[in-house]
């Protein structure tokens, strides 16, 4: 009966046991297969962020200008929702320069995925600007590019600003062009260009250039470079429209200006010169300016001394390349030239006693 229990409890006992081991093994696959699946898991989940950083990308152009001045606006980078953006860089727009930008894309875990960088350059394109000045100019003055505009620029202080055509003096009135260039430091360049009207005002030339010397006679040195010698003007006031001017080789110049009828608003401006007082062979110049520019009207001589109203000219050589009728001048230049030679006689008898 002992022997029957025994068998009987070593054959449970041998079960148990191998249900135990086998339980252990089942476990241990369970296990191992977990295992497995978990890095699957975690390697597709680093190829799938590995495609994404593929299509990390900067927005617009990898290169960008900007003018010098303005606001730069930053189009930025394409990346990852689950991924860290840090720019480095920055663009000072108030400076010409390169400028990099670099945009570094960090995953979650702190990993650096992708560098990019992007240049902008901040550039000056934009030329000069000028604003006309609204004044009068004359006879015997030096005028500067800054009497007939205000000009700046967005870059270039004034001082550095290229000026041609900076200085301009009138001997004598009429229409003149003028045409100032101005050209910054970055080689922009814009043009000002027009016609004005120069005056000749005596008493404007007197009270303001001719100081040195009191009475009816201003005299003003200067230096002939061509030839060494010194001359002097001396200026005498008839009225606003005429003078005399002399000069150490004793060449005397006359000059008369008056209204032209060739243009509504132009001028015309007679002119006798004799040399050495031999006034009985004046000749002279007839400059007429209008809108299309100046016109001269020249080589005709005459006899100064009379003042019978008996000058007429007949002849004279021409500039105006066919833009006036020369039948028409020859009117207009007969109807003034005897009153002018009437005034310059009137003026030599005052000068020369």
């Known amino acids: 009966m002992k022997k029957l229990i025994f068998l009987i409890f070593s054959i449970v006992l041998a079960s148990f046991v191998l ?38 990308s900067i927005i617009g152009d990898y290169e960008k200008y900007v003018e ?17 953006l840090i720019t480095d860089g920055r663009v000072d727009v108030n400076n010409l320069g390169r400028y990099q930008l670099t945009y570094r894309i960090y995953n979650k875990n ?13 550039v000056d394109s934009t030329p000069p600007k000028y604003e006309k000045i609204e004044r009068e100019y004359y ?17 270039s202080s004034n001082d550095n600003i290229s000026v041609s055509g900076d200085s301009y003096s009138f001997s004598k009135p ?20 027009e016609v004005v009207e120069v005056k000749l005002d005596f ?9 040195n010397r009191p009475g009816d006679v201003y005299k003003h040195d200067f230096h002939s470079s061509t030839t060494g ?24 110049i006359y000059t008369q200006t008056t209204n032209t009828k060739f243009n509504k608003s132009g001028l015309s401006s007679l002119q006798i010169q004799t040399e050495h ?54 009117i207009e230049l007969n109807e003034q030239i005897n009153t002018v030679v009437n005034s310059f006689n009137e003026f030599l008898k005052t000068v020369l006693n």
Request: net charge negative; charged share 25%.
């Open 110 to 122: 702190g990993e650096l995925k992708k560098e990019l960088s992007r240049f902008v350059y901040v």
């Open 203 to 211: 008493e404007k030339l007197v009270n303001e250039k001719y100081k």
């Open 19 to 56: 249900a135990s081991c086998a339980s252990s093994k089942n476990e241990k696959e369970k296990n191992e297969n977990t295992e497995t699946s978990v890095e699957t898991n975690q390697l597709n989940t680093e190829t799938n962020i590995e495609t994404n950083i593929e299509e990390i």
């Open 68 to 84: 010098i001045g303005s606001e730069y606006i930053e189009s930025g980078v394409n990346y990852p929702e689950d991924c860290v």
């Open 139 to 155: 006879v015997g003055f030096t005028y500067s590019a800054s009497d007939f505009i205000h000009y700046y620029d967005n870059c």
């Open 174 to 193: 009429g229409l003149f062009d003028i045409r100032i260039v101005l050209t910054d430091e970055s080689n922009n360049s814009c043009t000002y260009s």
């Open 229 to 252: 010698v010194d001359y002097y003007l001396e200026v005498i006031i008839d009225s606003e429209k005429s003078a005399l001017l002399f000069n150490t080789s004793e060449t005397i």
């Open 277 to 330: 007082f031999e006034f009985d062979k004046a000749f002279g110049t007839y400059e007429i300016y209008t809108d299309s520019g100046s016109h001269s009207i020249f080589g005709f001589s005459f006899d100064a001394t009379k003042n019978d109203n008996s000058i007429y000219i007949s002849s004279f050589y021409s500039r105006n390349d066919g833009e006036l009728d020369s039948q028409l001048v020859l």
